[in-house]
Each structure stands twice: as C-alpha cells, then as structure tokens.
C-alpha cells in the first residue's frame, strides 16, 4: 500500500527554523512534492525533488533521501504569514495522481 | 486570471440531494484530477482524466459519483444522493503532461445537511 507520514502539528517563534519532516513507503517513486495551503485555500506548490539532495528556493529548502524514504521542509526566518498546512506529496508513478501525507499545521508565534 | 478555476466556491445542500461542481483547468492543460479534503486531512485522490478519457478512479468514489470532462476542458463532478459524510472540500487540479507540476484550484466547500 501508499502510506506518507508527517508530524500533524508543530509551533515555532517567529525569525525560528523549523524542519518538517515526511516519510513515505509507495510502490513506486517519481518524485516529491511540498505544497502550502492557507485555511479555505487552494495548496500552492513550494518545491519538488526527485533526486537525492537538498533543493534551496529562498526561505524555503526541502530535502529527499529516496534510500530512507525520507523528505523534509525547511522553512528559515519564519514569518507570522507561513502558519499553514505543509503537505508532503508522493508521484508514485509517472503520469498518476498524487499521494498526500494529512499534512502538518504550523502555527508561527510572535 | 489563468489559474483552475471552480464553481460554486460553497454549496449547501439537503441530504438526499444531487449536486454538480465545475472545474475549469489551466488553458491546455491535458490533465485533469479531483481531490477530495476533509478538516485535518490531506487531500484524497478521486479520479483523472487524460484529456477526455478517465483514465482512472479511487475506490473512494462510489457509484454516487459520476465525474465527466467531454470535451478535453472544463470537467464536471455530479454527487448523487447526497449523505453527510460527503461535506468536504473538493479540490480538482491540472497538469500540462505527464509527470508535470498539477496546480489546484480554489475548491468547493460542500456541506450536506
């Protein structure tokens, strides 16, 4: 079966990292998707891996070992407006649907 | 704006009533996948459409569902009999092609009374 875990609720000050982490077992893999999704709101996309590194993109970073099975978000400088839902997403085959983790609600404090 | 686009953003309905959704993907976007989210959940896929074969559904949806995309554009999901355990957000989404990003629209949030 597809199974993706992810913490479901962290806290962090705001100017903090925080690291969000995913681990995934699928019968395939085609890579991994971070999206961010306010309350009401659509996810919007925030960073895709498909090979094994780091991947930089501003404030936001997000890791993948596809051996461990593993994922993480890091967010630096948190700022008030990036309390939200992160989900981890899996392509466990190319062309299909993508598997979501519950996604994990970060709540950023002054 | 050239985003996914879905109609109506909120629907209430009675049990027992049928209600249908509308999505409008991205401007020759050839997939087409609806989601469906629940308070607390990540979304759950439903069903996808290579332009307007559907090539695929989940288990989740039951035969009270009935998804469509005649055309190869706008794509409609019809509930049928509505129950209580259908209120949720129903997301749909699009890609370009195969293995692409998929960028989601807005949703519409269905409560079923």
């Known amino acids: 079966g597809q199974n993706i875990d992810q913490p479901t609720e962290m806290t962090a000050t705001e100017g903090a990292i925080v690291q969000i982490n995913c681990t995934y077992q699928?019968?395939?893999?085609?890579?991994l998707f971070w999206y961010q999704q306010h309350a009401g709101e659509a996810p919007t996309f925030l960073s895709y891996?498909?090979?094994?590194g780091l991947e930089e993109k501003g404030r936001f970073s997000s890791f993948l070992s596809r051996s461990k099975g593993y994922s993480y978000l890091l967010l630096k400088e948190l700022q008030m407006k990036d309390s939200a839902s992160y989900l981890c997403?899996?392509?466990?085959?190319?062309?299909?649907?993508?598997?979501f983790g519950k996604g994990t609600t970060l709540s950023v404090s002054s | 704006d050239t985003g996914v686009s879905q109609d109506p953003r909120h629907k209430i309905t009675k049990r027992g009533q049928n209600v249908t959704f509308r999505c409008d993907p991205i401007?020759?976007?050839?997939?087409l996948y609806w989601y469906r989210q629940t308070l607390g959940q990540g979304p759950e896929f439903l069903t996808y459409?290579?332009?307007?074969?559907?090539?695929?559904k989940s288990r989740l949806l039951s035969d009270r569902f009935s998804a469509e995309r005649p055309k190869g554009s706008f794509s409609t999901l019809e509930i049928q009999r509505t129950e209580q355990g259908d209120s949720a957000m129903y997301l749909c989404?699009?890609?370009?092609?195969?293995?692409?990003?998929?960028?989601f629209g807005a949703g519409t949030r269905l409560s079923v009374l």
């Open positions: 989404a699009s890609s370009l092609e195969t293995g692409s990003l998929p960028y």
């Open positions: 699928t019968s395939g893999f085609n890579g």
């Open positions: 891996n498909v090979l094994d």
């Open positions: 997403a899996v392509s466990h085959e190319a062309g299909t649907a993508l598997i």
């Open positions: 401007s020759e976007h050839n997939r």
């Open positions: 459409f290579q332009n307007e074969a559907q090539l695929e």
